[in-house]
């Protein structure tokens, strides 16, 4: 007697996306391709975020396990702003045999673009069990475009 098993049927999106992934991710070095590829462990290779706007800010939360406050950077412009870090682990002995390294170690950046501009004076940055929380408040009158004045130049030859 034949037993059936019933399967809870994919969605065609992620079966779709997890083969052209598989295509095109075995063009990719290994730290680029996704996490789910056959061929690739688990890797970080930019950390997650979560941007949300509020009327007064935006704010930025970055998960950013195994990083250290030294190891890590905030560069802010008027309407973007970086996050630059390392995440390093110290092997236990130089003895020892590793048989599987699936945690991510190096270097990451990662930068983002605000629909408006921000203060960057009055940016406030919290690191605490593994989580950047920065609060970027928007900038009370924004930096307004301006007509450039084109000149003739000599001509090169």
Do not use: C
């Amino acid at each position: 007697m034949l037993t059936r098993i019933r399967q809870r049927p994919m969605d065609p999106f992620t079966s779709l996306t997890r083969d052209l992934d598989r295509v095109f991710g075995a063009m990719l070095p290994v730290t680029l391709r996704p996490d789910w590829t056959e061929n690739a462990p688990a890797r970080v290779v930019a950390p997650a975020a979560n941007l949300t706007e509020k009327d007064d800010s935006f704010v930025l939360d970055l998960d950013l396990p195994g990083v250290t406050l030294d190891d890590l950077e905030v560069l802010a412009e008027a309407d973007s702003i970086t996050i630059r870090g390392r995440r390093t682990f110290e092997q236990e002995s130089e003895n020892d045999t590793v048989h599987l390294s699936e945690r991510y170690t190096g270097s990451f950046e990662r930068s983002f673009t605000l629909p408006t501009e921000i203060n960057p004076d009055k940016i406030d940055a919290g690191f605490a069990d593994g989580v950047l929380h920065v609060v970027m408040p928007k900038a009370e009158t924004p930096t307004r475009a301006r007509r450039i004045a084109v000149r003739p130049a000599k001509a090169t030859k």
